[in-house]
């Protein structure tokens, strides 16, 4: 079926390092890509989103890189740091016009731990 | 702050109480969601309303009940709940078909 899952439920990385956190799609047909950070007791929290006909895009710290030979997405947050410790999910979406809302599709979430 | 609130943030019921949750925004969105959030599970989408208009349930115990009076408000009616229904329980809004921007969320126990 379709699905977005995470290589990793679980990430450590020492406080200053880059982390990577990985995404697998299923869905070819999906053509937008959504980034979530969630910290303990709130609600997720939009970090960058990509569409389909972009490979990489880049915001503050954070960089989305989509492959979509392989369906794969990953969330590269350079120096990180202790207020990044959160779950990241990622979510795929088609894209619809003219009318009708293309739902999100959320995979499991990686938790993010931040080692000072 | 996303702009979407959510109300009460921690609720504790029986299984005979009927309660309700309130989602609220004033973002201009047209369209609104119920997720639930469990343990180590997906965000689980329950209803989809656009321009107050149901557009998806996606098979939702009828023992939750959503209600979208307008487009900056949604609630969900909750009556005679099983313990396994206790979760996070999320509200979102978003313009149509893009990203969505989360309350804080109900953590709701059931007893």
């Known amino acids: 079926g379709e699905s977005v899952g995470l290589h990793l439920p679980t990430l450590s990385v020492q406080e200053g390092d880059n982390s990577i956190i990985n995404c697998a799609y299923s869905?070819?047909?999906?053509?937008?890509f959504i980034w979530y950070k969630q910290e303990s007791g709130k609600g997720p929290q939009f970090i960058i989103d990509?569409?389909?006909?972009?490979d990489k895009r880049q915001g503050q710290r954070v960089t989305v890189l989509l492959n979509k030979t392989v369906k794969h997405l990953s969330l590269q947050i350079a120096a990180t740091q202790p207020g990044d410790s959160a779950v990241y999910f990622c979510a795929e979406n088609k894209l619809y016009y003219g009318g009708s809302q293309g739902n999100l599709i959320f995979g499991k979430g990686t938790k993010l731990s931040v080692k000072p | 702050e996303t702009g979407v609130t959510q109300t009460p943030r921690h609720l504790v019921m029986g299984m005979t109480n009927k309660k309700s949750l309130k989602c609220e925004q004033h973002?201009?969105?047209?369209?609104m969601y119920w997720y639930k959030q469990s343990a180590k599970k997906p965000l689980e989408l329950m209803f989809v309303y656009n321009f107050k208009e149901q557009t998806e349930n996606n098979s939702v115990p009828s023992r939750f009940s959503p209600e979208c009076p307008n487009s900056s408000h949604l609630f969900l009616h909750l009556h005679t709940l099983q313990p396994e229904d206790s979760a996070l329980y999320l509200c979102?809004?978003?313009?149509?078909?893009?990203?969505?921007?989360f309350g804080p969320g109900t953590r709701l126990t059931v007893l």
């Open positions: 869905n070819s047909a999906s053509d937008y």
């Open positions: 990509i569409r389909s006909n972009m």
């Open positions: 973002l201009g969105h047209n369209a």
């Open positions: 979102a809004s978003s313009p149509i078909g893009y990203e969505q921007f």
